[in-house]
């Protein structure tokens, strides 16, 4: 991402946030995306989550950012990766299919950039850092 749009994705996911209350979610069972992504699912207030997501959709477009592709909002938390996509990920798909976590109240929206691990280094993990957070409803 251009750290020059960053003042204006700032502006308004603050705005988003603003204008969303806080919501109730819960981890709960799970799925994989391709044999490359193990995921957790959420419940609760998905209908809330989904118009944040849908908000801060928006609020990146109006802030300059392109975005190519649009994929339909599913509500997930991302467990692990496989960097081959030869890992079979159905023995943990089954082991979380019972899962449901304890309930909490989401009342932040967050900006996290990712940083990829550097190609060809052994060992490598990506690094996440929040750049922002807003209350939600304030």
Known sequence: MDDTL????K???GR???RHEPFPLRVDSGGHFGQRALWAGASGGLDPMRRLA???DTAARR???TM????????HLTL???????TDLRPYVEAL?????????????ALVRGNLPVAGVRGGAPRYETVAAWALGH
């Open 54 to 56: 849908e908000r801060t």
């Open 6 to 9: 960053l003042p204006g994705i």
């Open 11 to 13: 502006e308004h996911l």
């Open 97 to 109: 299919a019972g899962f449901e976590g304890a309930g909490w109240t989401a009342g932040e929206l």
């Open 63 to 65: 802030a300059g950012v």
């Open 80 to 86: 692990a990766r496989s960097r081959t996509g030869e």
């Open 68 to 75: 190519e592709e649009h994929r339909a909002y599913r509500a």
């Open 16 to 18: 988003a946030a603003a």
